[in-house]
């Protein structure tokens, strides 16, 4: 059974960090290519990604801000959010590239107050 789970959000202020953390399971990780998505109503945008390898790629929207990264021994990956604006306000969630259905876990709330 594959699970992914999704952890770290909370409300911030504008310009504080947080790290958010997807623990996965049932898959296998290391050869997964994995993102970082986020819902607002009406919209999915895929915010970070990060190859089996390492290489990262991120939306224009984060670039400079956000860092994701993969602990392959842990089967996790973390998305390390600094300078946070209103903008950023979301649930974010982890998924592999690109997304399958059957994987959305039941992500992590980030608030970002102005």
């Known amino acids: 059974q594959v699970q992914l789970v999704e952890s770290g959000g909370g409300l911030v202020q504008a310009g504080g960090s947080l790290r958010l953390s997807c623990a996965t399971s049932?898959?296998?990780?290391?050869?997964?290519?994995m993102g970082w998505y986020r819902q607002v109503p009406g919209k999915r945008e895929l915010v970070a990604t990060i190859?089996?390898?390492?290489?990262?790629n991120y939306a224009d929207s984060v670039k400079g801000r956000f860092t994701i990264s993969r602990d392959n021994a842990k089967n996790t990956v973390y998305l390390q959010m600094n300078s946070l604006k209103p903008d950023d306000t979301a649930v974010y969630y982890c998924?592999?590239?690109?997304?399958?259905?059957?994987?959305w876990g039941q992500g992590t709330q980030v608030t970002v107050s102005s």
């Open positions: 998924n592999i590239v690109p997304s399958d259905y059957r994987y």
């Open positions: 049932g898959i296998i990780f290391s050869i997964n290519y």
């Open positions: 190859t089996s390898g390492g290489a990262t």
